[in-house]
């Protein structure tokens, strides 16, 4: 594949590979990343930024970003990955390069907690209102104990209908 | 608030009472009158689309959407309630003028459903809302749905359907778990 | 006399209600057919009215919130009241007198104008954008309506309505709407308007705002305004009878007669797409005016 041929040239490349005909994926490192985007988008045609995601190696140590592009001409996707530190998850915006980006990454911001220096809006919240935990998607958070804390048992233990029960929780209630 | 104060009661609502001269009749206008507000959470609200529109006709029964929650009778919740849309949920509920009704579609409301470990949807719709009529299914076809109206214009007609004013009466304890997992209470006290 | 006038009068206000609710269903009866369903019963809209007469309501808004449903049931009612419904007949010619044609173009607009000011009492944001829609909408189809009614104010040279009714007796031909086709064509796209029916819906605007200026109302406010507008639309469906289509000479033809008028909005409406608020106002003051323009013209050459 020629593009990658012409990254690794470039770039500091850690992992590459071609997926499908109209899928590659590159690994590079943290600092190498920003440069990588806008030689993609300036020079090669990849003008769309289709979305950003995040994975948790929780293993590694290490929140995994991955960047998908997209070029409109050749019809061709690039993932772009690149690995963080999980502790202090911190890293560059794009928005200034693809003003998209601030939704996705206003998004990462509050489900993985990764902080994206020169964001204006990420703190924001976007989805979760008042979340009062770790951020959810993080691997080592528990959702189920976490439903279970503050939305309640999901059956009654015994087998009565619901609605009954109800209607003696108001009664034990006003007993009170 | 502040300057909205006069748009929202500043007190409890009082207990509203039920019944008079007329109550048979009004009993048999409500049953045949149900106006849904045009609202949707989750996955089923589109289920209620062919449900209104040609192919079942809800409108046969006399029901209709309107755009408004002041206008309307019946609140539908389709499907799983998140936190931030249980908010609203609660404020288009108490905007209703009564007699009102909830007619809760779907596993989720009931006991989480496929949900039940998620992170933000609610598990039991009861504990926030009082509900009148419980269609099962993930997701009900719209034979269901009418069916369900149907047993929603039964038990109004018997003057059975009765959650509005549980709701007033019990308000207190609605509130306690509304704010149990609502946090930050950043809408008025009373939306009425 | 006078308070047998009275009476009969109130009694046709119940009869005219009554009538605009049963058209309300049949309209809704008409409508569900043409999308191949079997649609709600014809006395739905009696229902609604009982239902929502009966709801309870703990929300205020200050007077002129609750003044606003009572502005559109007198505008609707005083519309109506002002219609003779069979000329000549002392029972069924309501208040109408002479030069009422003038006052009555005045009362239609009453019931817009206290809506207006209601409506901005409630706060809701979607109320104010219906009611600038609605008057911009009004300045729309006034005129050619205004122009069509002149031309016969004109022609017959009177501003009664009695009079203008007199000067069609004698045949189907003498009817305005043969004599005067141009003014009638423009009248009659005017009641489209009048009546928000389809290419001019932009008041309510499901769709976009909710419902527009009744955004906030309910339960009895709401009844109100239902009922002022079923007589409302009855009273013009009377008002385009006296004017083009010869008048009345007993109930069974005024009967007749407005339900035909009634089914002209109804079948335009089923099958039409919006216009946006500018393009609605353009039409108005572009084709129905040049038609209102025509007979105008043609009136002062002929003579
Ligand atoms: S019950 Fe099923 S269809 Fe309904 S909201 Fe839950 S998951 Fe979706």
Same mark, same amino acid.
């Given at each position: ?11 500091? @490349? ?41 994975? &948790?190696? @929780? ?104 609605? !009954? ?8 209630? $006003? $007993?009170? | 608030? +502040? ?14 009472? /039920? ?7 009004? &009993? ?99 504990? /926030? ?21 149907? $047993? ?7 003057? !059975?359907?009765?959650?509005?004013? !549980?709701?007033?009466?019990?308000? &207190?304890?609605? $509130? ?17 | ?76 009612? +005083? ?129 976009? @705002? ?26 013009? /469906? ?66």
């Amino acid at each position: 594949m020629e593009i990658l041929d012409k990254l690794k040239e470039k770039f500091e @490349i850690l992992q590459s590979q071609e997926k499908r005909k109209d899928l590659a994926l590159v690994g590079t490192t943290e600092k190498d990343l920003i440069p990588l985007l806008v030689y993609l988008k300036e020079y090669e045609g990849y003008k769309t930024l289709v979305m950003i995601s995040c994975v &948790d190696w @929780i293993e590694e140590g290490k929140f995994e970003l991955v960047y998908n592009l997209w070029n409109p001409s050749k019809k061709h996707n690039i993932l772009v990955k690149t690995k963080i530190d999980r502790e202090a998850p911190k890293f560059q915006t794009i928005y200034k390069i693809w003003p998209q980006a601030e939704a996705y990454e206003r998004e990462i911001h509050e489900m993985f907690g990764v902080d994206f220096e020169g964001n204006p809006t990420q703190h924001e919240e976007l989805i979760l209102e008042d979340w009062d935990d770790i951020p959810p998607m993080r691997r080592d958070f528990d959702t189920l104990k976490y439903s279970m804390e503050k939305f309640g048992e999901r059956e009654p233990k015994s087998g009565i209908i619901i609605r !009954k029960q109800i209607s003696e929780q108001y009664d034990e209630w $006003r $007993r009170k | 608030m +502040g300057k909205d104060k006069n748009y929202f009661l500043n007190e409890k609502p009082e207990k509203m009472t /039920y019944g008079g001269v007329f109550r048979k009749i009004n &009993d048999w206008a409500r049953a045949r009158s149900l106006w849904v507000v045009a609202y949707g959470t989750g996955c089923g609200s589109i289920e209620l689309r062919p449900t209104f529109t040609s192919r079942f006709d809800a409108e046969r029964l006399g029901m209709r959407m309107v755009g408004t929650p002041r206008q309307a009778d019946v609140l539908i919740i389709s499907g799983y309630l998140t936190v931030k849309t249980l908010k609203r949920v609660i404020r288009v509920y108490e905007q209703m003028q009564s007699p009102k009704y909830v007619v809760a579609l779907g596993a989720c409301p009931i006991n989480g459903g496929m949900y039940y470990d998620s992170y933000n949807a609610i598990n039991r719709l009861d504990l /926030y809302l009082p509900v009148d009529v419980w269609i099962t299914g993930c997701m009900p076809r719209p034979e269901a749905i009418l069916a369900g109206f149907k $047993r929603l214009q039964g038990l109004i007609d018997s003057g !059975k359907a009765d959650g509005w004013k !549980k709701y007033i009466e019990n308000l &207190d304890w609605y $509130r306690e778990n509304q704010r149990k997992i609502i946090k930050n209470w950043r809408m008025p006290n009373y939306n009425w | 006399m006078m308070w047998a006038k009275i009476f009969y009068a109130f009694l046709a206000l119940l009869g005219g209600i009554a009538y605009g609710l049963f058209l309300g269903g049949v309209s809704r009866k008409i409508t569900a057919r043409m999308q191949n369903r079997r649609g709600p019963t014809i006395w739905q809209n009696f229902i609604d009215l009982w239902k929502l007469f009966r709801k309870k309501t703990a929300i205020s808004h200050g007077v002129m919130f609750y003044l606003a449903p009572m502005f559109r049931l007198v505008g609707g009612a +005083g519309t109506f009241l002002l219609v003779p419904i069979v000329v000549g007949n002392p029972y069924l010619s309501n208040f109408s007198f002479g030069g009422d044609l003038i006052v009555l173009m005045y009362f239609m607009v009453l019931g817009c104008l206290g809506m207006a000011l209601g409506a901005a009492e409630s706060g809701h944001p979607h109320a104010p954008i219906g009611v600038t829609r609605g008057l911009s909408q009004m300045a729309g189809y006034e005129l050619p309506f205004v122009i069509s009614v002149v031309v016969l104010m004109i022609a017959d040279k009177t501003t009664s309505i009695e009079g203008i009714v007199r000067a069609q007796q004698g045949g189907i031909l003498h009817w305005h709407i043969f004599t005067h086709p141009f003014a009638a064509a423009a009248a009659f796209i005017s009641l489209l308007g009048m009546m928000g029916s389809y290419p001019f819906q932009v008041v309510l605007a499901p769709q976009e @705002i909710a419902i527009g200026p009744p955004t906030e109302y309910s339960s009895t406010f709401l009844s109100y305004m239902f009922s002022g507008r079923s007589v409302f639309a009855v009273a013009k /469906y009377l008002l385009f009878m006296n004017l083009f289509l010869g008048g009345a000479s007993n109930l069974l033809w005024a009967f007749v007669k407005t339900f035909v008028i009634f089914l002209w909005p109804l079948f335009i409406t089923n099958v039409f797409p919006r216009f946006r608020l500018e393009q609605s106002v353009l039409f108005f003051w572009t084709w129905p005016s040049l038609f209102g323009l025509i007979d105008l013209v043609r009136i002062y050459l002929v003579r």
